[in-house]
């Protein structure tokens, strides 16, 4: 199988194949009660975090799989150049925003009453994810336009990168839950690290 070598995506990959690492050692770690646990009711358990982005990854890849393949080649490793917006909406979607955005109901966690199999859709998703990497190293990331489902125009290498800092976010999330005072039981000291 062939590795990235764009020096913007390989970071990406760094970051799917972590989150990937996390979500299997959760699975091992965790009960099915400790996945669903809810600071509150509003409030997501693990699961719904990965939930919700397994829904993400429904909508957006295959967007970005036939961006990909409408993207010029000529160009291929030319560096990431997002645009403006395209920066600002990643930064709304990313840990660093540091605001409270509510998902929409399209992309709100859907397999309620699932736990230990969420993780495994999610860590099967993330292949899913490597392989459309892989497939943009060799285009213009900086082409092949796409829309998302909030009617915003990203190119390759902005969805991409949107769809990595979103997990990112979701990651954080997932360490905030475990390592929230009434959470059921001790986790692991390397699980709650932030590692990114």
């Not at 295959?62 to 920066?87: F, H, N, W």
Request: net charge negative; charged share 25%; glycine share 6%.
């Amino acid at each position: 199988m062939k590795s990235v070598i764009h020096p913007h995506l390989i970071e990406l990959a760094q970051f799917v194949n972590e989150a990937s690492g996390l979500a299997v050692r959760l699975g091992e770690e965790l009960t099915p009660s400790q996945l669903r646990w809810r600071p509150d009711s509003e409030a997501w358990s693990v699961a719904d975090c990965f939930d919700h982005l397994i829904s993400t990854g429904y909508l957006y890849y295959p967007r970005l799989e036939d961006a990909i393949a409408a993207a010029e080649r000529d160009g291929a490793g030319t560096g990431y150049e997002p645009s403006v917006l395209a920066k600002l909406f990643i930064w709304t979607v990313s840990p660093d925003a540091g605001i409270k955005v509510t998902a929409f109901q399209p992309f709100e966690p859907k397999h309620v009453g699932e736990d230990i199999k969420i993780i495994e859709m999610f860590v099967a998703q993330q292949e899913e994810l490597i392989d459309l990497l892989r497939a943009a190293d060799g285009v213009d990331i900086n082409t092949g336009k796409f829309t998302t489902p909030g009617l915003v125009r990203l190119t390759v290498g902005e969805g991409l990168t949107m769809v990595v800092q979103h997990q990112r976010r979701h990651m954080a999330q997932v360490r905030n839950v475990l390592a929230h005072d009434r959470f059921p039981a001790e986790v692991s000291a390397e699980i709650l690290r932030n590692e990114r």
